[in-house]
């Protein structure tokens, strides 16, 4: 699997352009800005952007979308309840003092347990919330690897203190969805570096062990 990571818009979240070597076909994974570079670096590649999949709505995992499906005609999936974020992002950014892009309708709502081919690879849905009502992971168990969007970081858990947020739940999702994967899941967060199942289970400050 091609996995690459491109940091993008004001506050340089991390995107991640996915695509699978044989067939071509590739995700873009919260496209949170900089359409052009993320185009750009597709077309290095080589691969075709079928589908562009969000972990979550907030402004700076969204703005590019609207630019990449109209480039590339690609489908645009996200939580049934995280649709009120995507719409509203350029007021949100504003909000924090910097410009960002409304995003269009989905064209397919994620659910809990859908899987998404991509070329010759799967991606499982797992529904995480916490940071935010409709949080989702995306999990390849082939390649061992999972990306987290801001539900767990490295060394760190995402913000609980916006529209929807919930520590309770957020700490749930962590222990119930994601430990339970195996050790050594490489998980590529939202922000910042990547890391593994297994280090943030015996190491994360942030998540209570035990029951």
């Not at 972990?55 to 480039?71: K, L, M, P």
């Not at 410009?99 to 809990?112: G, I, Q, R, S």
């Amino acid at each position: 699997m091609i996995i690459e990571a491109i940091l993008v818009g004001p506050i340089k979240a991390d995107c991640y352009l996915i695509g699978c070597e044989t067939t071509g076909e590739a995700a873009v994974i919260d496209a949170g800005g900089d359409a052009e570079l993320i185009l750009g670096r597709a077309r290095l590649h080589g691969l075709t952007i079928r589908f562009i999949l969000n972990t979550h709505g907030h402004f700076d995992h969204v703005s590019a979308i609207q630019a990449i499906c109209e480039a590339t005609g690609a489908e645009f999936r996200i939580h049934e309840r995280e649709t009120y974020f995507p719409s509203s992002a350029a007021a949100a950014g504003r909000e924090f003092g910097v410009e960002a892009e409304d995003a269009p309708e989905p064209d397919c709502f994620l659910t809990d347990g859908m899987t998404i081919g991509i070329g010759t690879y799967l991606l499982q849905v797992i529904h995480t919330p916490g940071h935010s009502m409709g949080g989702c992971c995306f999990w390849c168990e082939s390649e061992g690897v999972v990306f987290t969007g801001d539900t767990l970081f490295n060394g760190a858990i995402g913000r609980v203190d916006l529209p929807g947020g919930s520590l309770f739940s957020l700490h749930r999702s962590i222990k119930e969805r994601l430990y339970v994967l195996g050790d050594h899941t490489r998980v590529y967060p939202g922000h910042g570096t990547t890391t593994t199942i297994g280090r943030e289970r015996l190491h994360n400050p942030h998540v209570p062990r035990g029951a």
